[in-house]
Structure formats: C-alpha cells, structure tokens
C-alpha cells in the first residue's frame, strides 16, 4: 500500500518529470529552428551577386543574421545552466542539444565571416532603399541632417561589416563557453578537418580558427539602424 509519503514523492517525482519534458521539448524546438535559419542564411548568401540579389535581399540576411544570432545566444542561456549544473553533480552525461547547439554555433560564424567577405567583394547601393524608410531609428539622421544642413545617408556595407564583427566576436564567445563542456567521446564528435572538433590538438586548432576570424574582423562598432 502506498503511504502519504510514498504518494507525495511519486508526484513530486511525476512532476520533476515533467518539468524536465518540458524542457527538452523546448529545446528541441529551438534547436530545429536554428537549424533551419543558419540554412536558410547560408541559402540566402549564395544569391549574393547574382540576379536575385538586390536591396531587399540584402536587409533580409541581416534580418535574418540578427534572429540567428539571438536564437543562439537564447538557446545557450538556457542550455549552458544545465550543463554546468550536471556537470557539478559529477554527471558526464554526453548532452546531444550541446553537441547541436556547439556545430549550429560554428557553421553560423564561418557563414558569418563569408557574408563578411561578400560585402566586402559585393558591396550594395542601399540608399534608394533607405531614402523613405520612416521609424525611430532614423531618429539620429533626422537630428544630424537639421544640425549640419544636409543630407545623410548612412552607408549600410560599411555599418553591415561593423555588425557583423560584433555577432562574429559574440559567436565566438558562445563558442569558447559551449568548447568546455563538449564530450570527447569520439562517437559524437565529428573527425572531419574541416570542422576540428576532436581532441587537444583538434580543439587548438578550432581556437585557432576562431581567433584568426576574429583578426579579419576589425570594426566593433553598432549600426545607427538597428
């Protein structure tokens, strides 16, 4: 027979249970998300300086790159808590949404770095575009153009090359906190050179990748548009 006690503790456990469904499912549906996005962005990219490409592609990518990375950095605030917190309970349990969340992580920062490079190579006139473009964030232009008596247009490839230093410095930050706790179990680990995901001197070079990304990247500063 089932005590009072017993039966507190089948609920309590009941409903640790599923709390922590909850969890994983909101989890999974974040981490499909990503997935998605991060292929979207690099489908998107490869119509640069072709005949799709055109001003209103261009503010869809970086729409699109600003929800990549908030969806990123989301996803690890609320995943990296568990992790550290299994991993100070002695728990080693491999985490398969680290694991995804950690290669997502990665391909977003070299797609980020190629869409760097595109610009650079495929600059886009935005000034028609922005011409007529009414909202707050037109507030600082607004002032300038009264304060200086004429016109100005921000340049959007230069301030897109600035942001998306940013979002590449603040990727790689994500990176070097998930790298920590990946598993070195080699079955979930990917060998590839091309991803570098395994071992120490697999995880230098991965460091090394970052690091020399970063160095291609020099401006730090926000865009006036966002």
Not at 33 to 55: T, W, Y
């Amino acid at each position: 027979m089932l005590t009072t006690h017993h039966l507190h503790h089948l609920h309590h456990h009941r409903g640790s249970t599923a709390v922590e469904l909850d969890k994983i499912t909101n989890l999974n549906t974040l981490i499909v998300e990503i997935n998605s996005h991060v292929a979207l962005f690099r489908d998107m990219l490869i119509h640069v300086g072709q005949a799709k490409d055109c001003p209103e592609l261009r503010e869809k990518i970086r729409k699109l790159r600003r929800t990549c990375v908030e969806a990123l950095k989301h996803t690890a605030q609320i995943l990296m808590p568990q992790v550290k917190s299994a991993m100070a309970d002695g728990i080693l349990t491999d985490n398969p949404h680290l694991v995804l969340l950690f290669y997502m992580a990665q391909l977003f920062l070299r797609e980020l770095v190629k869409s760097y490079r595109l610009i650079q190579v495929v600059p886009m006139d935005m000034s028609g575009y922005y011409e007529n473009r009414a909202g707050p964030s037109n507030l600082g232009n607004v002032i300038s153009q009264i304060l200086l008596c004429k016109q100005f247009t921000p340049d959007f490839n230069e301030e897109e090359l600035c942001s998306i230093t940013k979002d590449s410095q603040d990727i790689a930050v994500l990176l070097s906190e998930m790298q920590e706790y990946m598993p070195q179990h080699e079955a979930y680990l990917e060998r590839n050179a091309a991803l570098d995901t395994t071992g120490p001197w697999q995880a230098k070079r991965r460091q090394n990748y970052i690091c020399k990304n970063m160095s291609l990247l020099c401006c730090v500063s926000r865009p006036n548009y966002l």
